[in-house]
């Protein structure tokens, strides 16, 4: 698998893997900082590859449909 769903899969493991980190330092009595880096971090992947946020600032392409 190549392209942008290999991209989109490995995104969705990230997001797996540290949304149990979290669940796991949660459970543990977590520090408020840590957890809330991760979860900055969880809305920095969902802003920029599923929902493309970063283009809203490029110029547009010339002569498209």
Do not use: C, D, N
């Not at 590859?49 to 392409?61: F, G, I």
């Amino acid at each position: 698998m190549q392209g942008p769903y290999a991209i989109g899969i490995s995104v969705f493991i990230g997001l797996l893997v540290l949304t149990g980190l979290e669940y796991l330092l949660a459970q543990m009595g977590g520090l408020f900082f840590p957890l809330m880096a991760i979860g900055l971090f969880k809305a920095v992947l969902i802003l920029e590859y599923y929902m493309h946020v970063s283009r809203l600032w490029k110029p547009e392409a010339e002569g498209g449909a």
